[in-house]
């Protein structure tokens, strides 16, 4: 009785297993798709935010999405995951969700034309702009847009009240007719340092929706919407904009495991920096979507990267490191330049950086937003390239004269937002100041104080202030400098940064109380 009792045990956990496998294995929708329950299956690929990572990096500080994913598969890996997808459904849409040119050492080489390159060999239907498209100037973003062999889409950037981009696009797939549309983050220009954008404006993306889906409406059996918004504008538009199916979100770099169903619309995001590729496989039940199964994608196999993108990869980062390799001196510590930490907190590479900045523009105090802070540096040798990588955009330091006043009322409009750490780019770091800010209270009254040397900073002072231009001239909304009177304009502060660590030969940064939080609610 004993053997036969062990055999049925052994039975059911066999059985198990090969129920779970199946579970794991098998694509159900696929089954009833099969079966004629579902009438057709749309796929859909998106990248996002790519940020010109064109290099596999499997070591790249714990910057991103969900877990502090660290693997960024440079996009080699990543096409060799989209031919995967292909091979299974040739008719597979291959879609960008912005932010793709800008943002590596790689990328600034020759204005980004290495991402170029790379774009076209991904074999993309469409992408929409980001606002750091525009990093470059306006004039390589059209260049850009010309060598392109897809479109670059935008319903709501116009130049002299024209488009300035395309606007949507309709793909057919089977029988379905799948229209495609873009919306650019409002404050695109905001948010980049571009000069060159006279008459250029970015139109409010709720009513650009209404007009595109009101039109593909009549036009399409479904619409997609490419979106560089923030998924929390995102929902914005779905609560005012009916018709949409589904919206492959960018610009916060979030990792969506699975498809949200906000009020019907279908809402992913297959987070930045390379680390995903996410697909959508959209389902069709009498004449609309009714399904959406979402999943991300990533591989550590580097050996199994597209072979001609990885050929441009390494001639681009060949050109980098090439301009980069001048060591500079030594790190004793792992520089923390974590994105989820210098947009809420202090950190030991912001207060270096800021320790330069203030330093250099021979500044009473110095601010520098977080988000201009995009990766750690390793401890042990330092050079160019590693510097590059932490600071990867054209921000130049800048001194100006600034009333206390206004000092005060710029960390409060940087800790507005806090504790969310990964949209937070305006988040504060500093060096010359301590500010304690109260998290409990309502935005726009948290700073609790400031001081300077040990006493409290005077609203009625002018103070020298170091900062980089992008904030000086009002990058992610600071107005306050903007009546400030210039009294120096300096380097970029990559370079900035590498004379100081040059100057000290070998540098411990560590975080010293500058900042402080009291009243948490939300850890």
Known sequence: MKKYRNLIVLGVIILGVAIFLVYKNVNFNDLLLKFGYYEEKVSVINTADVHGHIIYDSDAGGYYTLDEVNVMMGMPLMKTIVDEIRQKDEDALLLDSGDMFHGTNEANVQKAQGIVEEANLMGYNAMVVGNHDFDFGMDRLIEIKSQLNYPMLSANIYKDGKPLFQQYKIVKIGD??????????????????????KGVTVQDPIKAAEKMVEFLKKETDSIILISHLGDEIDKQVVDQVKGIDLILCGHHHFLY???????GTYLVEAGGYSTHVGLAEMYFRKGKITKVVWKVIQSTDEAKANKEMKKVGEKYYALAMEAGKEQVGKAAVTLDGVRSRVRSQETNLANLLTDAMRETGNADLALMNGGGIRESIPSGDVNLYNIGKALPFSNYLVTAEVK??????????????????????GF????????????SKNAGDRVVSITINGEPLDKNKNYKVALNDYIFNGG????????????YRGELLKDVLAKYIKENKEVNPATEGRIKVINERYK
Do not use: C, H, M, W
């Open 404 to 425: 206390g006043e206004k000092i005060y009322q710029a960390l409060e409009r940087g800790i507005r937002q806090y504790p969310n750490s990964g949209t937070n780019g």
């Open 257 to 263: 495991e699975k498809a949200v169903n906000y009020k």
């Open 476 to 487: 992610d909304n600071f107005t306050e400098f903007e009546d400030s009177k210039l009294l």
């Open 176 to 197: 379905k007719k799948i229209g495609l549309f873009g919306l650019t983050v409002e404050d695109a220009l905001v948010y980049t340092n571009s000069k060159d954008t």
């Open 428 to 439: 504060l770091q500093v060096s010359g100041i301590n500010y304690v800010f109260d998290a």
